[in-house]
Structure formats: structure tokens, C-alpha cells
């Protein structure tokens, strides 16, 4: 074996670790993301029982665009979302 096949081998094997490393990071972000989401939706279902006997109207909705806020925010996108509706109502 030569010198570059041997830095060549080597520079392989660092790439391969750090594609590892990154697929590990990218799973627990997809995983985070998906209890954030359904750990929000679960909030704002709670939230409009609670809400729509004291304030009527004030309930948002179940979407995509909510599970995003919620996915990508958690608890504070769903504090925006019903600043946002509260914004709204006035």
C-alpha cells in the first residue's frame, strides 16, 4: 500500500464516521420534532375544552400549518397560536 491510497483509505473512514454521527443527529431531530408536534396538538385539544366554555371563539384549529408551529416551536408556538387568535378576536 502507498502513501495515498493509505490517506486515501484514511479520509474514507473519517467521512463514513462523520456520516454516521450525522444520520444519529437528524433521527433525534425528526424524533423531537414528531413528540413536540403531537405533544402540541394534544395541548391545543385540552386547551380549546377548557377555553370554549369560559371564552367562545377562541379554540384553533387542528391543520397541518398547527402541527408545524407546535413541531417546530412546541409549547411556545402554541402559546403564539392562541396570542395570535386572542389578537384576532379584539
Known amino acids: 500500500m502507498d502513501t495515498?491510497?493509505?490517506a486515501f483509505l484514511?479520509?474514507?473512514?473519517?467521512?463514513?464516521v462523520l456520516l454516521i454521527g450525522a444520520m444519529k443527529?437528524?433521527?433525534e431531530?425528526?424524533?423531537n420534532f414528531l413528540?413536540?408536534?403531537?405533544?402540541?396538538m394534544m395541548s391545543v385539544y385540552f386547551l380549546n375544552l377548557f377555553l370554549g366554555d369560559i371564552m367562545p371563539g377562541m379554540g384553533v384549529g387542528y391543520n397541518p400549518i398547527t402541527f408545524l408551529t407546535t413541531?417546530?416551536?412546541g409549547f411556545p408556538g402554541v402559546a403564539m397560536l392562541y396570542g395570535i387568535?386572542?389578537?384576532m378576536i379584539l
Open 4 to 6: 495515498n491510497s493509505g
Open 10 to 16: 484514511i479520509i474514507g473512514i473519517l467521512v463514513v
Open 25 to 27: 443527529s437528524r433521527g
Open 29 to 31: 431531530w425528526i424524533v
Open 35 to 40: 413528540l413536540r408536534g403531537v405533544l402540541g
Open 71 to 73: 413541531g417546530i416551536l
Open 85 to 87: 387568535n386572542f389578537y
